[in-house]
C-alpha cells in the first residue's frame, strides 16, 4: 500500500490568485499537516488540511491530504472517500490523487475498481512510475494466469524506465518465472549480474 503525501499546490498559479498573507497561510496548513501526518498524529493532521481546505477551497491536493490523513485513522473510511472523491473531483486527471483514491479503493476490499482507476491513469501517462507499480502489485496479488501476465507486462515497462532498479528486476524475475518464462528470467538475472558490484 502507497504512503505519499501530496506536497504542491497544483492550481494555485492557473486556477486563481491568492495574496501573499494567504498563500503563507497555505504553506503553514499544509506544512504542519505534513509533518503531523509523518508522525502519525493524525487528529492534528486533519485539523490542518481542514484548514487548507477552507483557505483554498479550490486547491485539489489540501482535499487528497484531508482524505489521507483520514485513511490512516481507524475506522474513518468513509470520511477519507469524501475528502479524496472532492481531490479527485477538482483534478481528475492527476495521478497523484488517482494513486490515493485507488488505494482506499484496496482499503475497502474493491481491488477491481482500484485497477480501473489505475489503467485510465496509464493510458493517459504511460510512463507514470507509481502507478505502473500499484497496478503490477495489484494485478500479482489476484494470482490467476491472466492478471500475473498483466503484471508482467507493466514490471516490464518500469524494468526498461528503471533498468538499474533491483528491485523491479528482482519483482520481475519473480512473475517471470510465475509465468514460466524461464528464458526471461536468465535475461533478467544476468542484468542484475552486471549491474551488481
Given at each position: 500500500?502507497?504512503?505519499?503525501?501530496l506536497?504542491?499546490?497544483?492550481?494555485?498559479s492557473?486556477s486563481?490568485?491568492?495574496?501573499?498573507?494567504?498563500?503563507?497561510?497555505?504553506?503553514?496548513?499544509?506544512?504542519?499537516?505534513?509533518?503531523?501526518?509523518?508522525?502519525?498524529?493524525?487528529?492534528?493532521?486533519?485539523?490542518?488540511?481542514?484548514?487548507?481546505?477552507?483557505?483554498?477551497?479550490?486547491?485539489?491536493?489540501?482535499?487528497?491530504?484531508?482524505?489521507?490523513?483520514?485513511?490512516?485513522?481507524?475506522?474513518?473510511?468513509?470520511?477519507?472517500?469524501?475528502?479524496?472523491?472532492?481531490?479527485?473531483?477538482?483534478?481528475?486527471?492527476?495521478?497523484?490523487?488517482?494513486?490515493?483514491?485507488?488505494?482506499?479503493?484496496?482499503?475497502?476490499?474493491?481491488?477491481?475498481?482500484?485497477i480501473?482507476?489505475?489503467?485510465?491513469?496509464?493510458?493517459?501517462?504511460?510512463?507514470?512510475?507509481?502507478?505502473?507499480?500499484?497496478?503490477?502489485?495489484?494485478h500479482?496479488?489476484?494470482?490467476?494466469s491472466?492478471?500475473?501476465?498483466?503484471?508482467?507486462?507493466?514490471?516490464?515497462?518500469?524494468?526498461?524506465?528503471?533498468?538499474?532498479?533491483?528491485?523491479?528486476?528482482?519483482?520481475?524475475?519473480?512473475l517471470?518465472?510465475?509465468?514460466?518464462?524461464?528464458?526471461?528470467?536468465?535475461?533478467?538475472?544476468?542484468?542484475?549480474?552486471?549491474?551488481?558490484p
Open positions: 500500500i502507497l504512503f505519499f503525501i506536497l504542491f499546490f497544483s492550481g494555485c492557473d486563481y490568485q491568492v495574496d501573499p498573507l494567504t498563500f503563507k497561510k497555505m504553506v503553514s496548513a499544509r506544512n504542519f499537516g505534513i509533518a503531523y501526518l509523518e508522525e502519525e498524529r493524525y487528529s492534528d493532521a486533519v485539523k490542518e488540511f481542514e484548514k487548507l481546505t477552507q483557505i483554498a477551497p479550490e486547491e485539489p491536493n489540501g482535499y487528497a491530504n484531508l482524505g489521507l490523513a483520514y485513511m490512516r485513522m481507524n475506522n474513518q473510511l468513509r470520511e477519507s472517500e469524501i475528502h479524496l472523491q472532492n481531490a479527485f473531483n477538482l483534478a481528475p486527471e492527476n495521478p497523484d490523487i488517482r494513486l490515493l483514491l485507488a488505494e482506499f479503493y484496496q482499503l475497502s476490499g474493491n481491488d477491481e475498481k482500484a480501473n482507476l489505475l489503467e485510465e491513469s496509464v493510458n493517459n501517462l504511460p510512463n507514470h512510475i507509481q502507478t505502473l507499480y500499484e497496478l503490477a502489485q495489484l500479482a496479488k489476484i494470482q490467476n491472466g492478471s500475473i501476465i498483466k503484471a508482467e507486462k507493466y514490471m516490464r515497462i518500469l524494468a526498461e524506465l528503471l533498468p538499474s532498479n533491483l528491485v523491479v528486476i528482482f519483482k520481475l524475475v519473480e517471470l518465472l510465475q509465468n514460466q518464462d524461464y528464458n526471461g528470467a536468465l535475461y533478467y538475472l544476468e542484468k542484475i549480474n552486471q549491474t551488481l
